[in-house]
Nanobody, 122 residues
Framework: QGQLVESGGGLVQAGGSLILSCETS????????LGWFRRAPGKEREFVTF????????YYADSVKGRFTVSRDNAKNTVYLQMNSLKPEDTAVYYC???????????????WGQGTQVTVSS
């Protein structure tokens, strides 16, 4: 059974940066695409970004494009989310997920982490 553990969340001022990490175990990391989703207060969970199994392909939601960068280290079984120029509207619980194919829908992912809180103050 796959396990994912996010870390790196916290409180940051608008315009600041954070790096989220997601350490995984229990599945063949290099055989899975990885995604990041987020749930803002009072809203549905939404797609943020994904990265393909090899890392050669990435895709971003329009709301984070140009500010967030996803990467993966297949040797460490870890996926990262570099978040720059953070805005108060980026405040959310951020989740990483693993699936056998890339996608923007939650149902395309098999394993999920518990999430890490990111709060951006104005």
């Amino acid at each position: 059974q796959g396990q994912l553990v996010e870390s790196g969340g916290g409180l940051v001022q608008a315009g600041g940066s954070l790096i989220l990490s997601c350490e995984t175990s229990g599945f063949t990391f290099s055989s899975y695409a990885l995604g990041w989703f987020r749930r803002a207060p009072g809203k549905e969970r939404e797609f943020v970004t994904f990265i393909s199994r090899s890392g050669s392909s990435t895709y971003y939601a329009d709301s984070v494009k140009g500010r967030f960068t996803v990467s993966r280290d297949n040797a460490k079984n870890t996926v990262y989310l570099q978040m720059n120029s953070l805005k108060p509207e980026d405040t959310a619980v951020y989740y990483c997920a693993a699936g056998t194919n890339v996608g923007t829908r939650e149902g395309q992912y098999d394993y999920w982490g518990q999430g890490t809180q990111v709060t951006v103050s104005s």
